[in-house]
C-alpha cells in the first residue's frame, strides 16, 4: 500500500506543480513532512541539498530518495515513476498544443501570468528551507557566501557546493 501511495502522492506533485523542480519543493514538503510524516523538515532540507549535489534534476533524486526511505528499492521505484510518468504524457499532449496555438494571445497572455507566479512558487519554497538551513549564524554566514560566490563572482557551483561541504565539515562538527 505504500508504494502506490507513494507513486499517487509524487504524480500530484509532479503533475500539478508548474515550473522547475524548485517550484515542486513546496508542495512536495507539505506532502513528505506535514501530511504523512515521511520526513521531518530537518531531513526535508538535508535530502534537498543532497539531491541538489547528485547528478540528475532535484526532484527526481527527491523522489527516489523519499521513495526508498518509505519503502525501499519498490518505493523509490514507484515514487520516481509517480514524478516522471504524468508530466511527461502532459508535456506531449502540452507541446502539440503549444506548436500549433503558440501565436494566440490569449495563450500569451497565460503564459505572460504564469512566469510570475511560477517564481513565487519557488521562493516561497526558498523560504520555508531558509528557516531550517540558517537556523543559527553559521548558515546565514555560510548562505552569504555562497550566495556571494556564485552570483557576484560566478564560482562554479560544483565548488560553491564542495566549499559548503568543507564549511559544514568545521563549523557544524
Same mark, same amino acid.
Given at each position: 500500500? @505504500?508504494? &502506490?501511495?507513494? +507513486?499517487?502522492?509524487? *504524480?500530484?506533485?509532479?503533475?500539478?506543480?508548474?515550473?522547475?523542480?524548485?517550484?515542486?519543493?513546496?508542495? &512536495?514538503?507539505?506532502?513528505? #513532512?506535514?501530511? $504523512?510524516?515521511?520526513?521531518? +523538515?530537518?531531513?526535508?532540507?538535508?535530502?534537498? @541539498?543532497? *539531491?541538489?549535489?547528485?547528478?540528475?534534476?532535484?526532484?527526481?533524486?527527491?523522489?527516489?530518495?523519499?521513495?526508498?526511505? #518509505?519503502? /525501499? #528499492?519498490?518505493?523509490?521505484?514507484?515514487?520516481? &515513476?509517480?514524478?516522471?510518468?504524468?508530466?511527461?504524457?502532459?508535456?506531449?499532449?502540452?507541446?502539440?498544443?503549444? %506548436? /500549433?496555438?503558440?501565436?494566440?494571445?490569449?495563450?500569451? +497572455?497565460?503564459?505572460?501570468?504564469? /512566469?510570475?507566479?511560477?517564481?513565487? %512558487?519557488?521562493?516561497?519554497?526558498? =523560504? /520555508? =528551507?531558509?528557516?531550517?538551513?540558517? @537556523?543559527?549564524?553559521?548558515?546565514?554566514?555560510?548562505?552569504?557566501?555562497? %550566495? @556571494?560566490?556564485?552570483?557576484?563572482?560566478?564560482? $562554479?557551483?560544483?565548488?560553491?557546493?564542495?566549499?559548503?561541504?568543507?564549511?559544514?565539515?568545521?563549523?557544524?562538527?
Amino acid at each position: 500500500m @505504500a508504494v &502506490l501511495e507513494l +507513486a499517487w502522492v509524487f *504524480a500530484r506533485v509532479g503533475l500539478f506543480t508548474f515550473g522547475s523542480g524548485y517550484a515542486m519543493l513546496g508542495l &512536495l514538503e507539505r506532502e513528505a #513532512v506535514v501530511r $504523512h510524516a515521511w520526513l521531518s +523538515a530537518r531531513e526535508f532540507a538535508d535530502v534537498v @541539498a543532497i *539531491a541538489e549535489v547528485t547528478p540528475g534534476p532535484i526532484m527526481v533524486n527527491m523522489a527516489t530518495f523519499v521513495g526508498y526511505k #518509505v519503502a /525501499r #528499492v519498490p518505493g523509490a521505484l514507484m515514487a520516481t &515513476l509517480g514524478l516522471v510518468l504524468p508530466p511527461i504524457l502532459a508535456i506531449l499532449v502540452i507541446a502539440v498544443l503549444y %506548436l /500549433r496555438f503558440r501565436q494566440n494571445r490569449l495563450l500569451e +497572455a497565460a503564459l505572460a501570468g504564469l /512566469r510570475p507566479v511560477v517564481l513565487a %512558487l519557488i521562493l516561497a519554497a526558498v =523560504l /520555508r =528551507l531558509g528557516r531550517v538551513a540558517m @537556523a543559527d549564524w553559521r548558515g546565514l554566514v555560510l548562505f552569504v557566501a555562497a %550566495l @556571494a560566490a556564485a552570483a557576484a563572482f560566478q564560482v $562554479h557551483p560544483i565548488a560553491v557546493a564542495l566549499g559548503g561541504v568543507v564549511a559544514g565539515l568545521a563549523l557544524f562538527r
